[in-house]
């Protein structure tokens, strides 16, 4: 199946889903990555205002306080990483929030984690998105470790890659984490 085929299957699956069935996934994955060592000791982690039947990690803002939570702006063809402040966040054309563009910027580099939503992934780190690249051109900017988020049932065997593509150091899901294996960085295999 071609990506496009392939992100229009896993949107649907992932649409498919009640409010209820997401709040109850969220919730599950929210409280296992509060009790994740790994991310326990990361001290500066970028994660995503959920979108479009994502599974939503806003409840990880109270579980792990004293992480410097940053979220991502879009800005052109990039993302532009701010401070979450839940009073500054402005809704974007695509229909996301995201924060207000007068607020600190957070270099990259300064990460240590960083939780990548997608429309799929599978379990040698590849991640199927929207399309538009935007991770695709953030990652090789940071060292942090790449932890991909999303339902079980976005959960493809194998996915077509191109040479751009930023793989994944994690898959995580409600059900399971995955360390995927052979870590890359999108420089080919």
């Known amino acids: ?9 896993f949107q649907s699956l992932r649409e498919s889903l009640s409010q209820e069935q997401v709040a109850i996934a969220s919730a599950q994955l929210c409280q296992w990555l509060s009790e994740w060592p790994v991310l326990q000791k990361a001290e500066v982690v970028l994660t995503y205002l959920s979108f479009r039947n994502e599974l939503d990690l806003r409840p990880l803002f109270s579980l792990l306080p004293d992480i410097q939570w940053a979220v ?9 990483l701010h401070p979450y402040r839940p009073g500054h966040l402005v809704r974007h054309r695509f229909g996301m929030l995201e924060p207000a563009d007068d607020l600190p910027v957070i270099d990259p580099a300064a990460l240590h984690l960083v939780l990548v939503p997608g429309v799929a992934f599978d379990r040698q780190g590849a991640r199927l998105g929207f399309g538009g690249g935007y991770y695709d051109r953030l990652l090789p900017a940071t060292r942090a470790l790449r932890v991909g988020v999303n339902y079980d049932r976005c959960l493809a065997e ?32």
């Open 158 to 189: 194998v996915l077509p890659r191109d040479e751009h593509d930023q793989r994944m150091d994690w898959v995580v899901t409600p059900a399971q984490a995955i360390h995927c294996a052979p870590l890359w960085r999108g420089t080919g295999d």
């Open 1 to 9: 199946m071609s990506k496009s085929d392939l992100r229009a299957r």
């Open 72 to 80: 991502p702006r879009v800005e052109g063809t990039h993302l532009v």
